[in-house]
DNA sequence: TTTTTCAACAAAAACGTTTAAGTAAAGAGG
DNA sequence: CCTCTTTACTTAAACGTTTTTGTTGAAAAA
């Protein structure tokens, strides 16, 4: 039907022994010289040429799987995440995916939910399919997995592993310090909810940046999340409530993008625009915080970077290389519309006058 | 050091050969056994249980690599996506990425971000790492894969590939529906860019939706997207040109969620009410929909179901079961707060007398 | 001429499984 | 007592590579 030494079909794949058959060469010989070892400066130019032109024109390309299992290197990782439909997830996973590929590491991604269940099974069976290391993301470690492991915003911490973590002092800082430059004294701040990871650490960071630009927080201006939802709706009741209370700020540096959208509509429907009577800066930058109009100014969590680093680390770890214990990212100020020169306090004045009633 | 019968470390895996040594029978007893294959039906109640605890006490996990080697399935897909960390990309990513898992399937992911050389390079590495299959997001494949594929939103047919396509015809006729629900008869609409993929489609369906509820729909209200980006602004400055020409419309309904955010911008700019004075519907239902203050009525793809079910079909088709061309979702209509029952048209009259000089 | 050395490759083992084919011991049937 | 089954396994091949060790024929050295 098909003469032998055409290319064979597109159905089973040419392998070593086909290209074998085809050259008069024992697949030994084919395989040293197609991998360049050291052992193929004895095969002289000529067969080496041979060789190279015959896979070439079969298209060969060797077996991952019977290459892996003899002890080479599966050139594969496993990435556990609760989610990755969410902003979150998808960003930092896109990076990692990125850099993996760039490297010519594949990866396998297991979607936990955070179910103790899956998470304890999800690994084994990574394990099983001679994954070399784990990327972790936002994710809850029970007890150290049993290879190298970079995690990317997990909570607890394991000997052995790498965790990935944002810098919030400088995240304050440069939140803080824009909002001083434009002239802005009185801000109000949204703290995250009590039972989010990062709520009390980027707090604290954010009186040691008031206290080093010289600014006074205001305990009047403070409000704090409560309820636990995906939905911008987070931020609404708690700027509602806080305009009722006073209306003597000129910007507000929200927890989060999500409350800071919240807020965005919040302050329209009290009658404020944003930014021309109030300043708004998020965290995160998830992508509608771009989206939105006026689009907001945000301190961005460079996901992308931590995604890519991540994979940088592990394969390094991979290799033999450190194991850093912590490493630390900078976060980055997105200024959009949503910030603006603070107006002049005489102004407040005047607004405060025909503003709503209290109560 | 370690005694030879005590559970081995953790660092390598036992295998096969191991339980073999520890229990004085062959790897292929072990195996047959293990396996449930009709051979172990010759084997003695007594054995398999001693086979079974031994497994147990050694968590043995068979390698998969070695598995799939011998010629078994490798209970692996490879997912060919041009991005995932927007919206569309995930969210399919997501639910197919959980299906697969749920069926004990794991895959590889591979973002080709529409670059060709990559297009042609990701098929072939996954191939090398023996996939079973393919499934592809939202990409125009130059040539059919040598392995059965499931396409999701693809742009091209090719032999043998299956197709996941969203029923437009019945998109339209639930938005147009709705909002003829709630008294609306002059709809004003936005359609797609002309580059776009379904802008085509899914304006005929529109046609053919008004036509069947005897709803006329006026050339006037017509706007097309021009620009492409990501940003909902996409809607802002077609609904504003709109919005010079005439306000005589109750309802709008956007190409997609995007341009729909952009348009109640616009509107609020205008200084209407939605959707007091204007319902307006998207389409798709990304996350930023249920955002936005009012939070978008919006005609649903079900991505999740698409996903989904390029899996189920993709798994089918691996076991030989039947290759269906083309498969057709339903939306569904995802009612919010942007759409509410048309106003009457007096008032609209008395907007329009007020309303501003047209040129 | 015989031995040694080298070039150029081949043979075979190994990775950890699965599976077809084979076999020793025990029991059944004659 | 001999043969035939059956039981309960074992042996060995196979998957497609990589890698260590061998082998062959010819040229160089003795």
């Known amino acids: 039907m098909r003469k032998s030494k055409e290319a064979p ?33 004895e095969i002289p130019a000529a067969t080496q040429e041979r060789i190279l032109a015959a896979a070439e024109k079969f298209n060969y390309r060797p077996n991952a799987l019977a290459r892996s299992l003899r002890g080479m290197r599966s050139h594969t990782v496993g990435v556990l995440v609760p989610e990755i439909s969410e902003g979150y997830g998808a960003l930092v996973l896109a990076a990692v995916g990125d850099y993996l590929l760039s490297k010519g590491y594949f990866f396998f991604v297991a979607t936990h939910r955070r179910k103790p269940e899956l998470l304890e099974e999800y690994p084994q069976m990574l394990r099983q399919r001679s994954v070399e290391g784990f990327i972790v993301i936002d994710t809850a470690l029970e007890k150290p997995l049993p290879l190298p492991t970079v995690v990317i915003s997990g909570h607890r911490n394991h000997e052995g592993i790498t965790n990935i973590v944002l810098n919030h002092d400088r995240a304050a800082h440069l939140a803080l310090e824009h909002l001083v430059q434009l002239g802005h004294e009185r801000i109000a701040f949204i703290q995250g909810q009590p039972f989010s990871a990062d709520s009390e650490t980027r707090w604290k960071a954010i009186e040691r940046a008031a206290e080093s630009l010289g600014l006074e927080i205001q305990e009047e201006l403070i409000v704090q999340l409560e309820i636990d939802t995906f939905s911008p709706y987070v931020g609404y009741p708690v700027v509602r409530r806080l305009l009722q209370r006073t209306r003597d700020f000129t910007a507000l540096f929200a927890y989060n993008d999500l409350s800071a959208i919240g807020a965005l509509r919040a302050l329209r429907d009290s009658g404020l625009r944003v930014p ?84």
């Open 9 to 41: 079909n597109t159905h089973k794949p040419v392998g070593l022994k086909d290209l074998s058959r085809y050259l008069g060469l024992s697949t030994a010989t084919i395989s040293t010289v197609l991998n360049g070892t050291p052992a193929a400066a």
């Open 276 to 359: 021309e009577d109030v300043s708004v800066v998020g965290f995160d930058d998830i992508n509608s915080a771009a989206f939105q109009i006026p689009s907001l100014t945000t301190v961005r969590q460079p996901l992308d970077k931590m995604g890519a680093l991540a994979g940088e680390i592990l394969l390094q770890r991979i290799q033999g290389g450190e194991n850093p214990v912590e490493v630390m990212v900078d976060p980055e100020l997105i200024v959009r519309e949503s910030t603006a020169p603070a107006r002049p306090r005489v102004e407040v004045g005047a607004k405060l006058e025909s503003g709503v009633a209290i109560g």
